[in-house]
């Protein structure tokens, strides 16, 4: 019997058990253990991968094997198995935010390497697990458009990379301007000040 490759695998959804060759004939019976349980299979193919395992360290041995007339001498190889979980990102759902505000995303893993995008003034790259959001990263990449997409990619310690987006859209706040100052002479001819209003239709304050 030989084994197939080990190795590390990020989340449990790429995680890959070894595969296990025979020579012999069919059928086949054999004891294996993950270095946590102990198996026993019956099978008439040629290999045999066991199921995926979950999150943890395995290490793979044969403990004994026969087909159809003999049992085989128990092999001392083994294989190894590590499955770690995907660093966290979750940035939230899409948002808009006013000209003159700001929040701070946070996606703090330990052990974990960060990188975001945009780039936080137009040249320098931000490395740190927290990123302020506001008009800087607009003003500061070009083309300049009043809709961002912000990325953060996260990389484990064991080489796991997961990344995030959120949407957010800048507006400008509503602005209001008047016909200015006048002098009227009387009573009869006077008139307000008219007010015109701008961006109403966006929900910031002035």
């Not at 948002?95 to 703090?108: D, I, K, P, Q």
Request: hydrophobic share 35%.
């Amino acid at each position: 019997i030989t084994f197939g490759e080990g190795g590390l695998y990020c989340g449990e959804e790429e995680s890959v058990a070894p595969t296990f060759t025979v020579s012999g004939v069919a059928p086949f019976r054999f004891t294996y253990t993950d270095g946590i349980e102990q198996f026993t299979e019956d099978f008439s193919g040629k290999t045999f991968t066991p199921t995926a395992p979950g999150i943890g360290e395995y290490t793979y041995r044969m403990n004994a094997l026969e087909d159809a007339y003999c049992s085989a001498d128990t092999t001392s190889q083994t294989t190894i198995v590590k499955v770690v979980a995907l660093p966290t990102v979750e940035l939230g759902a899409d948002t808009t935010l006013c000209y003159g505000e700001s929040f701070t995303l946070n996606v703090h893993n330990d052990g974990a390497t960060y990188s975001w995008l945009p780039l936080r003034d137009g040249v320098h790259a931000e490395l740190k697990e927290s990123y302020l959001v506001d008009t800087a990263i607009v003003n500061h990449n070009f083309p300049i458009s009043n809709i961002q997409e912000i990325v953060a990619t996260v990389t484990s310690a064991e080489g796991c990379v997961v990344k995030d987006t959120v949407v957010v859209t800048f507006k400008e706040r509503p602005a209001v301007s008047n016909t200015g100052s006048k002098t009227y002479c009387g009573l009869d001819e006077a008139q307000g000040a008219t007010f015109t209003l701008s961006n109403t239709a966006v929900a910031c304050r002035m």
